[in-house]
């Protein structure tokens, strides 16, 4: 059961949505349904069949079966489908966009742009699915006459795990090399944000993608965890946090699959005062309140050398304070609701301990629902919340908050600099921001991060590869890297 596209903004129903198996959409799951609230309004906008493990073992049967025939398929056969799958992403850019931003309350503006980001994924696997080759071994002195050579060769079933922030983009990064690999996909919705991942498989069913070779199955921790104990699931997927990605190394272990990880961040933007700093905080707090906040690689720290910090403080209070707070599907709105009651008032205690040790600049509480018009006054929004002089060692500059909270801390050479961007537990990205080629040339080996950003980001090409070092994570997402973490090689030797 696909989502319907309702006709109100805001307001609008989204029915019911369930899992697909073996290209049927079922009307009914083992766990039953649940209600959907849309973050927006706090009301009930449509209904999830969740999924257990009888309908994992239903999919991954098909799978299984699917598996030799997506296998032997001709690679331009395989390339001409993925291409008919961002042909029509990229037709359905509204749809997709406004089911996005009724499920997770982002923004119209960037929730299209995550399905424009999706859709160039599976342009550019699509690319990749026919050139897909091995390699010769150049023979050795000692060695038996012979050819040796090696050919790159699909796993069978990936598990594919969603995160609930933007599961469109996971839709991109995992299932679209995936599939161009010669994989069949067994995907892990989540159960928070269902609709825009339904939608995405209906229509990769309308470009051709054969029965059996994508499954999808909203559901919680129950179906996650015996997807990756399943023995007939060759890999995982996975996009989230620390503490599930740990129970997830722990299931997988049973079976000895390999299990890719991208988790969360603590992205530091390092300001010094040869930058632009106007434009370095601007960026920063672009960056910083993305989806609410909730992002694993958004710059949720602003380090600033002593001679700007005070001027960077100014403005990135006055930035965030002068951010759109409200109706996702307004134009204007910059920031939307966090994803429920339970992380608003998560965050709002982060905020109220961190708030305690340092300086309170910008926001700190609960948007006033008395500025926001109906519907959405019973949404829930926090506002956008800037903490300056904040402690190195405190919780808030250590850990993610998921949530539209900024940490501003000084620091006064570029060993401090270095220091705290790597002094968190992550390692997911950093961004620098200085007219300094050397300085850049000096610092950029030594930040701890999957990928690096200088003077402004890229806004994540699908040929650039991401993931992060420490507990960010391991493996590699988009690019050629993206492409070969779901290949195995095998080496072949005939003897002459």
């Not at 406004?98 to 342009?123: D, R, V």
């Not at 829930?380 to 940490?407: C, I, K, N, Q, Y």
Request: hydrophobic letters at 45%; a negative charge.
């Amino acid at each position: 059961m696909t989502p319907t596209i309702p006709d109100s903004p805001v307001t609008g129903e989204l029915g019911v949505t369930g899992p697909l198996v073996n290209g049927t959409w079922l009307d009914k799951t083992s766990l039953g349904a649940v209600d959907h609230v849309n973050p927006s309004t706090a009301r009930v906008n449509g209904s999830v069949l969740l999924c257990g493990p009888q309908e994992v073992d239903d999919a991954v049967a098909a799978a299984r079966a699917a598996h030799p025939e997506w296998r032997a398929m001709s690679p331009d056969k395989r390339r001409r489908i993925l291409q008919r799958v961002e042909e029509l992403m990229l037709a359905r850019v509204p749809e997709l966009g406004t089911l996005t931003t009724l499920e997770l309350g982002a923004p119209i503006t960037m929730a299209s742009a995550l399905a424009h980001l999706c859709a160039g994924w599976f342009g550019y696997y699509a690319g990749w699915a026919d050139k897909i080759e091995g390699a010769t071994i150049p023979p050795s002195p000692v060695m038996v006459p012979g050819l040796d050579y090696t050919v790159p060769e699909p796993y069978g079933v990936v598990g594919a795990i969603l995160t609930w922030n933007g599961p469109i983009m996971s839709v991109g990064m995992k299932i679209a090399p995936a599939l161009a690999a010669g994989n069949c996909v067994v995907v892990k919705s989540p159960d928070l944000a269902p609709f825009t991942v339904a939608r995405f498989a209906e229509i990769a069913l309308e470009a051709g993608l054969p029965p059996g070779v994508l499954h999808i199955l909203p559901g919680g921790p129950e179906a996650g965890e015996h997807l990756v104990r399943h023995p007939d699931v060759d890999m995982i997927s996975f996009t989230g946090g620390i503490p599930t990605a740990k129970k997830i190394l722990d299931s997988a272990r049973h079976t000895l699959k390999p299990v890719l990880l991208e988790l969360g961040g603590k992205t530091a933007s390092v300001v010094f005062p040869d930058a632009d700093v106007d434009a370095a905080v601007a960026g920063t707090v672009r960056s910083c309140f993305n989806l609410s906040g909730q992002g694993c690689n958004l710059t949720t720290r602003l380090l600033v050398h002593h001679d700007a910090y005070g001027r960077a403080v100014e403005a990135a209070a006055a930035a965030a304070s002068a951010l759109t707070v409200g109706d996702p599907f307004a134009p204007a709105t910059t920031l939307g609701p966090v994803v429920g009651a339970a992380a608003r008032d998560r965050i709002l205690k982060v905020v109220e301990q961190a708030a305690a040790d340092s300086r309170l600049v910008a926001g700190g509480h609960a948007v006033d629902a008395s500025v926001l018009a109906p519907p959405v006054r019973d949404g829930f929004f926090v506002e956008p919340t800037v903490l300056a002089d904040v402690d190195p060692g405190s919780d808030v500059a250590r850990h993610e908050v998921f949530g539209p909270v900024l940490s501003i801390l000084p620091f006064g050479t570029e060993e401090e600099a270095v220091d705290l961007a790597d002094s968190t537990p992550y390692g997911l990205g950093a961004v620098l921001y200085t007219r300094d080629v050397s300085r850049v040339q000096r610092i950029v080996p030594r930040l701890q991060a999957g990928t690096v950003h200088v003077n402004g980001a890229s806004g994540q090409p699908p040929g650039a590869p991401f993931g992060g070092y420490k507990h960010s994570g391991h493996g590699r997402e988009g690019g050629t890297e993206g492409l070969f973490e779901f290949l195995q090689t095998k080496n072949v030797f005939i003897r002459a």
